[in-house]
Structure formats: structure tokens, C-alpha cells
């Protein structure tokens, strides 16, 4: 009986990209499915800053350290009151860091599911980085499936 391939082959050219491919894909839709929910589902709500939070340092793309903010917002979700804490940038040493201050109202979205999960809007709201990242995934998913049909296709070519 004669095999398809040499030995190890399949194993090294072929199963190898297919499991990552197929790991890859699926990790693409589980982490889009994850990461979109707020920004398909969010309610937009105005807040409240009651608390400006200084936190630890917080690295610039441009090489500065700064500060990161995050604030204590009080919210209005399913006629309830909520607090929640939610990010407010960073400031370096060249920017001002007093933006915000308690009494300060600013747009928020929360996921109706989960009244807790709270994000400053719109920025937040509808990240497109999800999008990125599962895209990026998947492109890496389907160029390791393309790799595995070739890799049969060159061995056992389609006869015509």
C-alpha cells in the first residue's frame, strides 16, 4: 500500500498549518464575539465624576512617562444609580493633568446585560481595536491554510 506523502511530512507541512490555522480562526471569532459586545449593545448615558484617581506610571508611545487617570463616575443604568470606574487618559509632564474634577459630567456606555461594565463613550464605546485584532487573527489563520494547500497541492498534484 502506498502512502500519500513521505514520512513526516503530512505531519510537519500539512497538520501542523491546519491546526494553527483552525486554532487561529477560531480564536479570531471568540475574541471578536468577546471584545465587540459593548460597542454593538452600549447604551449611552451621561455621568458624573465624583473621584479623580491618580494612578501609577503610564508609558507614552513618544518615550514620556505620565500619569494615568481613572475616575469614579456615578451613572444612571435601568433606573439605578451605579459607580464605576473608568479610565480618563494619562497627562506627562507637558500636558496639564487637572482635566477633570468631581462634579465633572461625561459620557459613558455600559453594556445593558451588565450595568457594572462601563467605558467612556464614544471613544470606548465602539473600539475598532477588536475588529483589528480578530482580522489580523484570522489573516494569519488563512495565509497558515493556504501554506497547507500548497503543501498538499505539491506533492500530490490535481490531475486532470
Known amino acids: ?3 500519500w506523502f513521505p514520512a513526516g511530512y503530512f ?7 491546519l491546526l494553527i490555522a483552525f486554532s487561529l480562526l ?11 459586545d459593548l460597542g454593538s449593545n452600549a447604551v449611552v448615558t451621561t455621568g ?3 473621584e479623580v484617581l491618580r494612578g501609577g506610571p503610564d508609558d507614552d508611545p513618544d518615550g514620556q512617562t505620565g500619569i494615568a487617570l481613572t475616575g469614579r463616575v456615578g451613572y444612571v443604568a435601568d433606573g439605578r444609580q451605579m459607580v464605576g ?12 493633568c487637572a482635566m477633570w474634577k468631581p462634579g465633572d459630567t461625561i ?11 462601563v467605558r467612556r463613550a464614544p471613544h470606548d ?15 494569519i489563520g488563512l495565509v497558515c491554510l493556504y501554506v497547507a494547500a500548497i503543501n498538499i497541492m ?7
Open 26 to 36: 477560531a480564536l479570531s471569532l471568540w475574541f471578536y464575539g468577546t471584545k465587540s
Open 125 to 139: 464605546a465602539t473600539e475598532i481595536t477588536p475588529a483589528l485584532a480578530a482580522g489580523f487573527l484570522a489573516l
Open 48 to 50: 458624573t465624576v465624583q
Open 85 to 96: 470606574l473608568i479610565s480618563l487618559g494619562s497627562c506627562t509632564g507637558t500636558t496639564m
Open 107 to 117: 459620557e459613558v456606555a455600559y453594556d445593558p446585560a451588565d450595568p457594572a461594565d
Open 154 to 160: 505539491d506533492r500530490r498534484p490535481v490531475r486532470r
Open 1 to 3: 500500500m502506498s502512502t
Open 11 to 17: 505531519r510537519r507541512h500539512v497538520l501542523l498549518p
